[in-house]
């Protein structure tokens, strides 16, 4: 799909299932992403979803045969419908964990609402053609050497190409670097839809839509 000097990226397919699930749980802890709490069962649910459920797509990474990098999209929304599809294996963490029950911050993450309001937030929030940012991650050895900006520039493409008119993501505001790589490549800040722990940007793929949104 692109190539890069040091690395391809493409689309992921069932068979990276596996090797998706390795880089998150390396990349991750459980204060970082609900998955993680759940456990590998539940993050490999995530992933499978992710590249055979027709809603949602992964673009990986590639050098030297290994995932370097991968960036999780969803046409829409993503919460809802990726928690239904990972329903039975939610259920059997916690039957495994019970202890999970007691996690305030599994049910906070799981089912936290946006705390931003007012029309333009919502429209946002409600749009059929506006995809979602799922989630991003890269290799600890391959930090700094462009892969998640050139992860997040695919998207784009992949994503016009599926029909969306936009592309939004929530970045944690503490994650400076994240912020940076979305901030340069010129996606626009969406103070209307910013949380307290969390900042929100937009790619805009069809010219009309901020004008739509109320956004230009």
């Not at 991003?136 to 695919?154: C, I, M, R, T, Y």
Request: net charge positive.
């Amino acid at each position: 799909m692109a190539e890069n000097a040091n690395f391809t990226i493409r689309l992921a397919t069932p068979d990276d299932v596996d090797s998706l699930t390795e880089l998150h749980c390396a990349s991750f802890g459980p204060q970082d992403h609900v998955p993680v709490i759940l456990g590998r069962e539940y993050v490999r649910a995530m992933y499978r979803w992710q590249v055979s459920g027709g809603e949602a797509y992964t673009l990986v990474a590639d050098r030297d045969a290994k995932i370097i990098g991968l960036l999780g999209v969803c046409d829409r929304p993503y919460t809802w419908p990726m928690f239904k599809a990972c329903l039975g294996a939610f259920l059997r963490s916690l039957a495994r964990n019970p202890l999970l029950l007691l996690d305030k911050r599994l049910w906070h993450r799981l089912f936290r609402r946006p705390e931003a309001s007012g029309n333009q937030a919502r429209g946002m929030a409600n749009h059929p053609s506006i995809a979602q940012i799922i989630i991003g991650a890269v290799d600890a050895g391959s930090h700094g050497k462009g892969v998640f900006p050139a992860l997040v520039e695919a998207a784009k493409a992949v994503s016009q190409s599926r029909g969306s008119s936009a592309i939004r993501v929530g970045v944690y505001r503490a994650n400076s670097p994240s912020r940076r790589v979305f901030e340069k490549a010129g996606w626009a800040e969406l103070p209307t839809s910013a949380s307290s722990d969390t900042v929100s940007y937009m790619a805009y793929l069809d010219a009309d839509l901020p004008t739509e949104l109320g956004t230009g």
